[in-house]
């Protein structure tokens, strides 16, 4: 037997890959930048692998070779790769059935959700680590009601504005954590900062990187989950292990989310959330979107699509004067660009 990686070009190895994952119960991750298998004498697929970004995904083994350590040589290939690209911190999303055989090859459970998954890294103390940067950012323990907002800023709008503002106003404090996944055409950097400049007015505000501990719905791994729906309420039930780890560190005590009337996934997503977080005594507090004067819904998926089409203008109204102006600068040219040759500006 060998291990190789597969090229998506590879027709009959994909379909390989694709069966082998049926007879395990799993389907196709949709977002897969590297996958490998392992193969016998006769060119057949016993076992295979992939990554995304920083996270190994999609295992499975043939069922009449379980037990002759091909997981182990899978695991170890793509770690070995993802060790050349660079990415030395990794994640694994998987079965709680599964997830001993990655703490036996040094992954450590970082959350779960009781029977249908365990979100694991190769760092003993990685999440600990983050939970301690937190609390030395500031902003942690102090008196009177603490609010946390997490968002993907895509970009930075008055809506996201209204939101933070609104939160602001009724607490002590509001942590506003900004999604780090480097995912589509505008880069985190670029998110992360035109939040800070947009916020930069508030000083009850305080910025945090999400780090690698939550993700954007866009990169979810859901290949071992049956629907739509059961992905999304999974990962909003990890969302909430992981916040309220969070939340416990900082102090915080409502979690403020956008109403969204027109998302049907964002109204589950919120739906979750409000019914988990107060057996952690954290309210979930949703709030109102913001319109325009003309009463448009202010929203990140319309800016996208506005300087997709190359009218900016159109959705000045919707973006404070720090989005703006970067977007009518020299700077932004390339990421409009990449806006530009995208072929869905409106899909997460």
Same mark, same amino acid.
């Given at each position: 037997?060998?291990?190789?990686?597969?090229?998506?070009?590879?027709?009959?190895?994909?379909?390989?890959?694709?069966?082998?994952?049926?007879?395990?119960?799993?389907?196709?991750?949709?977002?897969?930048?590297?996958?490998?298998? =392992?193969?016998?004498?006769?060119?057949?697929?016993?076992?295979?692998?992939?990554?995304?970004?920083?996270?190994?995904?999609?295992? +499975?083994?043939?069922?009449?070779?379980?037990?002759?350590?091909?997981?182990?040589?899978?695991?170890?290939?793509?770690?070995?790769?993802?060790?050349?690209?660079?990415?030395?911190? &990794?994640?694994?999303?998987?079965k709680p059935a599964s997830a001993k055989f990655f703490r036996d090859l040094g992954f450590y459970p970082i959350?779960?959700?009781?029977? %249908?998954?365990?979100?694991?890294?190769?760092?003993?103390?990685?999440?600990?680590?983050?939970?301690?940067?937190?609390?030395?950012? /500031?902003?942690? /323990?102090?008196?009177?009601?603490?609010?946390?907002? =997490?968002?993907?800023?895509?970009?930075?709008?008055?809506?996201?504005?209204? %939101?933070?503002?609104?939160?602001?106003?009724?607490?002590?404090?509001?942590?506003?954590?900004?999604?780090?996944?480097?995912?589509?055409?505008?880069?985190?950097? =670029?998110?992360?900062?035109?939040?800070?400049?947009?916020?930069?007015?508030?000083?009850?505000?305080?910025?945090?990187?999400?780090?690698?501990?939550?993700?954007?719905?866009?990169?979810?791994?859901?290949?071992? &989950?049956?629907?739509?729906?059961?992905?999304?309420?999974?990962?909003?039930?990890?969302?909430?292990?992981?916040?309220?780890?969070?939340?416990?560190?900082?102090?915080?005590?409502?979690?403020?989310?956008?109403?969204?009337?027109?998302?049907?996934?964002?109204?589950?997503?919120?739906?979750? &959330?409000?019914?988990?977080?107060?057996?952690?005594?954290?309210?979930?507090r949703i709030i109102r979107r913001l319109h325009t004067a003309d009463d448009r819904v202010i929203s990140a998926?319309?800016?996208?699509?506005?300087?997709?089409?190359?009218?900016?203008?159109?959705?000045?109204?919707? %973006?404070?004067?720090?989005? %703006?102006?970067?977007?009518?600068?020299?700077?932004?040219?390339?990421?409009?660009?990449?806006?530009? +040759?995208?072929?869905?500006?409106?899909?997460?």
């Amino acid at each position: 037997m060998y291990i190789t990686q597969i090229s998506p070009r590879d027709s009959r190895a994909m379909k390989q890959v694709e069966a082998l994952l049926a007879r395990t119960g799993l389907t196709l991750d949709g977002h897969l930048d590297y996958t490998c298998g =392992v193969f016998d004498e006769d060119e057949n697929l016993v076992a295979t692998g992939s990554a995304f970004g920083v996270t190994l995904r999609c295992f +499975a083994v043939d069922p009449d070779h379980q037990g002759e350590g091909l997981l182990n040589q899978v695991i170890t290939h793509l770690v070995e790769m993802q060790t050349r690209r660079g990415n030395l911190h &990794l994640f694994v999303y998987t079965k709680p059935a599964s997830a001993k055989f990655f703490r036996d090859l040094g992954f450590y459970p970082i959350a779960e959700v009781p029977g %249908l998954l365990t979100f694991l890294e190769n760092r003993r103390t990685g999440f600990s680590d983050y939970l301690k940067s937190l609390s030395a950012s /500031g902003g942690a /323990g102090e008196a009177g009601e603490t609010a946390a907002i =997490v968002m993907n800023a895509n970009p930075f709008t008055l809506g996201h504005r209204w %939101l933070i503002e609104t939160a602001a106003r009724e607490s002590r404090t509001v942590h506003l954590f900004v999604l780090s996944e480097d995912y589509g055409p505008i880069p985190a950097s =670029v998110r992360l900062r035109l939040v800070r400049d947009g916020v930069a007015d508030l000083p009850n505000v305080v910025v945090h990187e999400t780090g690698p501990y939550l993700i954007s719905r866009a990169t979810f791994p859901g290949y071992f &989950l049956k629907s739509e729906e059961k992905i999304l309420r999974t990962q909003a039930q990890l969302d909430t292990a992981l916040f309220v780890q969070i939340a416990k560190t900082l102090g915080i005590t409502v979690r403020c989310v956008g109403h969204e009337p027109h998302s049907l996934v964002t109204a589950l997503y919120n739906d979750v &959330l409000s019914e988990a977080l107060p057996a952690h005594g954290i309210r979930c507090r949703i709030i109102r979107r913001l319109h325009t004067a003309d009463d448009r819904v202010i929203s990140a998926s319309t800016v996208r699509q506005a300087i997709h089409d190359g009218c900016l203008d159109s959705v000045a109204d919707m %973006l404070p004067e720090t989005t %703006l102006s970067f977007f009518r600068s020299p700077e932004a040219t390339p990421i409009i660009a990449a806006i530009r +040759a995208e072929s869905d500006v409106v899909h997460y």
